[in-house]
């Protein structure tokens, strides 16, 4: 399962306002080979399940994973920074061993 901040949820909520998504949407988070450390983190809305798909609910968000993201992914932070050094979505992934400088890749 994927958690969800107060920062994160208010950033989705806005988004999906911005861009008059209906409630079909939600937040689809994938794993894909790539990145400075190997994998990398994909984030983006959709309203069409794909077969294996694990949709979990947290703080008011529907996530989407599918079951290979899962594996990697499975009790992750998501989060939302506004902060000095960028603004952009964070992934706090406990199994992540190595995680490089920029945080958008990662390797287990």
């Known amino acids: 399962m994927v958690t969800v901040t107060d920062k994160a949820k208010e950033r ?3 988004i999906i306002k911005e861009e008059n998504y209906d409630n079909t949407y939600f937040v689809r988070v994938a794993v894909e080979s790539g990145g400075c450390s190997g994998l990398s983190y994909k984030l983006n809305f959709d309203n069409e399940e794909k077969k294996g798909d694990q949709f979990f609910e947290d703080n008011g968000v529907k996530i989407c994973l599918d079951i290979k993201s899962y594996l990697y992914l499975a009790g992750t932070e998501l989060d939302y920074t506004d902060g000095l050094t960028g603004k952009g979505f964070e992934f706090h992934n406990p199994n992540a061993s ?4 920029c945080g958008e890749s990662f390797s287990v």
């Open 12 to 14: 989705i909520s806005a």
């Open 98 to 101: 190595r995680t490089c400088a």
